[in-house]
């Protein structure tokens, strides 16, 4: 049996609810500051995205507040206007929808980026499920714009069921999705190996946290569907989409970090930037996570991993504006045998770059 209606399991969840809001949405404002401070060269469309979901997130809390402060001031004393559902909270929907969507579609992209260079059943997996939910989300914000009290809910419930389902269902598919192509990008590399063992745990905290968000909505919502306790909840979903989402830009610092001494390792933030560009015969993968889009070679990779070659450490090459291979210095404590042979002259032919050097054991994708 339902527990009964009350102020406190209605507005006050409400009331709870935004609370807790306002002081994730704190921590919004901290991750953005470090986002910006930390990544200034980063993508032009992964800073829109940020800055976009910010100013997101300031009208969908504003619109809360502006909710729960008529149900509590204006409302105070008046227990008929307590079953209203006024604009500002048809809004808010409406917000929390598109807001939503927006971090799924970029999780969705990267799935997609990644799921390019191994199988691509994960990506139409992915496409299909988002675009699932885009739908859900749009008729939820339609139902909720007309309906005029809180009673009419009953009336919309599967539209809530599966909205709260879809999220849940969505956030799941994204992080299995996620962690199975960074799995299938291990190498033979143990340092390499560990942090994309960091970065699936991420991936896992970041997915588990909203859909258990969504899921304890849903639950809520079946468990008592005659109070406002799922509200509540569903206050906090925005945002923890955004800071899960901030968090993921954010860690490329600290695994950059890991990823600065020399030793036989992958640079892991090219496992973590997907957008490849290719030149002539030379492809460099970077990306919306990567702030380094023209680098081919950083000195915090040991191996330079391209679709067409893969070069050791020891004979890493970096390529100059004027088309060049040119040796890069490195600790000279290596004992690395090939450091003492000389360096081979390079030359040029139309259609690529050339190296006698790098011709042995190398093999084009053609």
Same mark, same amino acid.
């Given at each position: 049996?339902?527990?009964?209606?009350?102020?406190?399991?209605?507005?006050?969840?409400?009331?709870?609810?935004?609370?807790?809001?306002?002081?994730?949405?704190?921590?919004?404002?901290? &991750?953005?500051?470090?986002?910006?401070?930390?990544?200034? &060269?980063?993508?032009? +469309?992964?800073?829109?995205?940020?800055?976009?979901?910010?100013?997101?997130?300031?009208?969908? %809390?504003?619109?809360?507040?502006?909710?729960?402060?008529?149900?509590?001031?204006?409302?105070?004393?008046?227990?008929?206007?307590?079953? %209203? +559902?006024?604009?500002?909270?048809?809004?808010?929907?409406?917000?929390?929808?598109?807001? +939503?969507?927006? +971090?799924?579609?970029?999780?969705?992209?990267?799935?997609?980026?990644?799921?390019?260079?191994? &199988?691509?059943?994960?990506?139409?997996?992915?496409?299909?499920?988002?675009?699932?939910?885009?739908?859900?989300?749009?008729?939820?914000?339609?139902?909720?714009?007309?309906?005029?009290?809180?009673?009419?809910?009953?009336?919309?419930?599967?539209?809530?069921?599966?909205?709260?389902?879809?999220?849940?269902?969505?956030?799941?598919?994204?992080?299995?999705?996620?962690?199975?192509?960074?799995?299938?990008?291990?190498?033979?590399?143990?340092?390499?190996?560990?942090?994309?063992?960091?970065?699936?745990?991420?991936?896992?905290?970041?997915?588990?946290?909203?859909?258990?968000?969504?899921?304890?909505?849903?639950?809520?919502?079946?468990?008592?569907?005659?109070?406002?306790?799922?509200?509540?909840?569903?206050?906090?979903?925005?945002?923890?989409?955004?800071?899960?989402?901030?968090?993921?830009?954010?860690?490329? &610092?600290?695994?950059?970090?890991?990823?600065?001494?020399?030793?036989?390792?992958?640079?892991?933030?090219?496992?973590?930037?997907?957008?490849?560009?290719?030149?002539?015969?030379?492809?460099?993968?970077?990306?919306?996570?990567?702030?380094?889009?023209?680098?081919?070679?950083?000195?915090?990779?040991?191996? %330079?991993?391209?679709?067409? %070659?893969?070069?050791?450490?020891?004979?890493?090459?970096?390529?100059?504006?004027?088309?060049?291979?040119?040796?890069?210095?490195?600790?000279?404590?290596?004992?690395?045998?090939?450091?003492?042979?000389?360096?081979?002259?390079?030359?040029?032919?139309?259609?690529?770059?050339?190296?006698?050097?790098?011709?042995?054991?190398?093999?084009?994708?053609?």
């Amino acid at each position: 049996m339902a527990p009964p209606v009350t102020l406190g399991n209605t507005i006050g969840a409400a009331f709870l609810g935004t609370v807790a809001a306002a002081i994730l949405f704190g921590v919004t404002n901290i &991750q953005v500051y470090l986002y910006f401070q930390n990544y200034p &060269q980063d993508w032009r +469309v992964q800073k829109i995205s940020v800055f976009t979901l910010w100013i997101l997130d300031i009208i969908h %809390l504003s619109l809360t507040v502006a909710a729960v402060y008529h149900y509590l001031i204006d409302s105070f004393g008046i227990p008929e206007a307590l079953g %209203l +559902v006024i604009w500002s909270f048809k809004l808010q929907i409406a917000v929390n929808v598109i807001i +939503v969507v927006l +971090v799924q579609t970029l999780y969705a992209v990267r799935v997609w980026k990644l799921g390019r260079h191994y &199988q691509r059943i994960w990506p139409v997996i992915v496409a299909i499920v988002v675009a699932s939910g885009y739908a859900i989300g749009i008729i939820l914000a339609v139902k909720t714009y007309n309906i005029s009290t809180f009673v009419e809910l009953e009336g919309m419930a599967w539209v809530v069921y599966a909205s709260f389902t879809s999220s849940t269902v969505i956030d799941v598919v994204i992080a299995t999705a996620m962690c199975f192509y960074l799995i299938r990008s291990r190498s033979g590399f143990a340092g390499t190996n560990n942090k994309i063992i960091i970065i699936v745990r991420m991936t896992l905290i970041s997915g588990f946290l909203t859909s258990a968000c969504s899921l304890a909505a849903l639950i809520a919502y079946a468990a008592m569907p005659n109070n406002l306790v799922f509200l509540g909840i569903e206050f906090l979903l925005t945002k923890l989409y955004i800071n899960s989402f901030l968090a993921m830009l954010n860690a490329r &610092q600290s695994v950059r970090d890991r990823d600065t001494s020399p030793g036989n390792s992958l640079s892991i933030t090219k496992i973590m930037n997907i957008r490849t560009t290719t030149t002539s015969h030379v492809a460099t993968s970077s990306g919306p996570f990567d702030a380094d889009d023209n680098k081919v070679w950083s000195p915090s990779c040991s191996v %330079l991993v391209t679709p067409i %070659l893969i070069i050791p450490y020891q004979n890493a090459m970096h390529l100059t504006p004027l088309g060049e291979y040119a040796r890069r210095d490195y600790d000279s404590s290596s004992n690395l045998e090939d450091t003492k042979r000389p360096v081979e002259p390079t030359r040029k032919f139309d259609g690529g770059i050339h190296s006698p050097r790098l011709d042995r054991g190398v093999h084009s994708a053609v």
